[in-house]
């Protein structure tokens, strides 16, 4: 079992930055590929950046286009942790963010990931 639990959500000016975490319970964290997904009002959820765990090809990331340029993920496995740095935010990033985890190569179909967490709100004005 893993458990997920994400913080560093908030409001922020259009052109801003924030950093997203989700610190991880369980054992064998690197073993995880991560991801961050996010859900908008009405829509559904879909997913943004994904990290492989360590037996998957270790550190290569993934993004979906609309944010590439903008968004990096990283993992410190020593602290079971996962990041979302966001940068050049745009009010069409505001959604719920959730990371997730699973035993999986890395990919972007939410039915790969096994584990979530309840989600931080990201609010951009503009």
């Known amino acids: 079992q893993v458990q997920l639990v994400e913080s560093g959500g908030g409001l922020v000016q259009a052109g801003g930055s924030l950093r997203l975490s989700c610190a991880a319970s369980?054992?064998?964290?690197?073993?995880?590929?991560m991801g961050w997904f996010r859900q908008a009002p009405g829509k559904e959820r879909e997913f943004v950046a994904g990290?492989?765990?360590?037996?998957?090809?270790?550190?290569?990331?993934y993004y979906v286009d609309s944010v590439k340029g903008r968004f990096t993920i990283s993992r410190d496995n020593a602290k079971n942790t996962v990041y979302l740095q966001m940068n050049s935010l745009k009010p069409e990033d505001t959604a719920s963010y959730y990371c997730?985890?699973?035993?999986?190569?890395?990919?972007?179909?939410?039915?790969?990931?096994?584990?979530w967490g309840q989600g931080t709100q990201v609010t951009v004005s503009s």
């Open positions: 997730a985890a699973g035993y999986t190569p890395l990919r972007a179909a939410v039915r790969a990931y096994d584990y």
């Open positions: 369980g054992r064998s964290f690197s073993m995880y590929t």
């Open positions: 990290i492989a765990g360590i037996n998957r090809s270790g550190g290569n990331t």
